[in-house]
């Protein structure tokens, strides 16, 4: 079973669409982020949130919108795509918000690509 | 605020190598200091970590020290081996404030045959 699963794994998509990618994970975590991840595998966190609620906003642009139903899903849309979109996009996970020490547990991954 | 520098890559070594990847941070109070590997087209994953002063983390040969004179949690390997070939992150987590994980830019580590 996969810890933490994100769909879709590749997403290809036009300049001014928008798209969604979902994560799920099944650890039982109170806290779900999302990484960016640019083409020199710099990691910069997005957001995080611990139960359903955000915690951690960083300067990202309104374009990104975030959804949590439960605690154990964490979907990121993103509205009317640029090109600097590009990047892969990781799902990640981990117990305890006011934990020091604690493990992030990461998806595999989204490719997104804007042409 | 707090930060973690890691060496630059990429890092090319022969199998058997010694490997040492350097990482250093800067941070208030004591963080817990982490190793992640990234294999090519996965995620990232724990590879060891430690929660307080001269801690030692180790993990499938490889070992890191918190230093916390020199701040310092540099990841050692006596051997390396082709299989070992990934992107290496250092990464702090902060234990007040935000408890906000922060990620080194990564190392990457070639290993050849």
């Known amino acids: 079973d996969t810890a933490v699963s994100q769909t879709p794994k590749y997403l290809v998509t036009q300049m001014g669409n928008d798209k969604s990618i979902k994560c799920e994970q099944n650890?039982?975590?109170?806290?779900m982020y999302w990484y960016k991840q640019d083409s020199k595998k710099f990691l910069k966190i997005m957001f995080s949130?611990?139960?359903?609620?955000?915690?951690i906003n960083e300067t990202v642009p309104n374009r990104f919108s975030p959804k949590s139903p439960d605690k154990a899903h964490l979907n990121l849309h993103i509205n009317s795509l640029e090109l600097g979109d590009s990047a892969v996009y990781f799902c990640?996970?981990?117990?305890?918000?006011?934990?020091?020490?604690?493990?992030?547990?990461f998806g595999e991954g989204s490719w997104l690509t804007v042409v | 605020g707090n930060s973690v520098t890691q060496m630059e890559g990429p890092v090319t070594l022969s199998e058997e190598a010694f490997l040492t990847i350097n990482c250093t941070y800067t941070?208030?109070?004591?963080?817990?200091l982490f190793w992640y590997v990234q294999y090519p087209g996965e995620g990232l994953q724990l590879l060891l970590k430690?929660?307080?002063?001269?801690d030692k983390g180790s993990n499938k040969g490889f070992e890191a020290t918190y230093r916390k004179e020199t701040t310092s949690f540099h990841l050692e390997k006596g051997s390396v081996q082709v299989s070992d070939s990934a992107v290496y992150f250092c990464?702090?987590?902060?234990?007040?404030?935000?408890?906000?994980?922060?990620f080194g830019a990564g190392t990457r580590l070639f290993v050849k045959a």
């Open positions: 941070a208030t109070g004591y963080p817990s």
């Open positions: 650890l039982g975590h109170d806290t």
């Open positions: 949130y611990n139960n359903k609620e955000l915690i």
């Open positions: 990640a996970s981990s117990q305890g918000d006011r934990v020091s020490g604690n493990t992030i547990y």
């Open positions: 990464a702090l987590r902060e234990n007040t404030g935000g408890f906000k994980t922060i």
């Open positions: 430690a929660t307080k002063a001269d």
